[in-house]
């Protein structure tokens, strides 16, 4: 009998820790895809509900507001389109878990100065962190481009409100 009971509990156990896996994996596949998308398409204020934005530490609460948050992003974001530096299209997007801890991978095609660039998805690497309970993308890194200014806009981080 104990025998019985101590299969059915690893067994429950594993039940629970596939689904908090497989759940968290696909709700970041969905928060990726829909700010992706709306990133694409130039929706600079629908693609902020799915940045965990940030002022001090990517792993601290942020001390700046929601709106003034949104605010500086959105305005980042329409200043590069308008320099001609955007992320035209997006494809092979895959989301998975280490360790319970979301992580995903993309292909993008940008533009600057007119001419398209795609980066294959093994040289990007989707960052994700809990923002008020709900997975959202920090930031997107190119280990090509460490220092570029559009992966930087597109990130969360904020400047400091000290």
């Not at 600079?44 to 942020?62: G, K, L, R, T």
């Not at 329409?78 to 319970?100: A, C, H, P, V």
């Not at 007119?114 to 989707?126: A, F, V």
């Not at 008020?132 to 570029?148: A, C, L, T």
Request: aromatic letters at 14%; hydrophobic letters at 40%.
């Amino acid at each position: 009998m104990q025998r019985k009971l101590a299969w059915l509990g690893g067994i429950v156990l594993l039940a629970v820790v596939l689904w908090i896996a497989f759940s968290t994996e696909w709700k970041c596949y969905r928060v990726a895809d829909n700010f992706l998308e709306h990133v694409t398409n130039g929706e600079f204020e629908q693609a902020f509900e799915y940045v965990s934005y940030f002022d001090e530490a990517s792993d601290m609460s942020p001390t700046i507001s929601y709106e003034e948050a949104k605010k500086i992003w959105v305005e980042r974001m329409q200043t590069y389109q308008e320099q001609g530096m955007y992320f035209k299209s997006f494809e092979k997007l895959d989301t998975w878990t280490d360790d319970t801890y979301p992580e995903g991978m993309v292909t993008l095609t940008l533009v600057r100065d007119g001419k398209e660039h795609t980066i294959d998805r093994q040289d990007l690497y989707i960052h994700f962190n809990l923002l008020d309970d709900e997975w959202k993308v920090q930031m997107i890194s190119s280990g090509s481009f460490p220092d570029d200014p559009l992966f930087q806009a597109l990130s969360g981080q904020m400047p400091k409100t000290n």
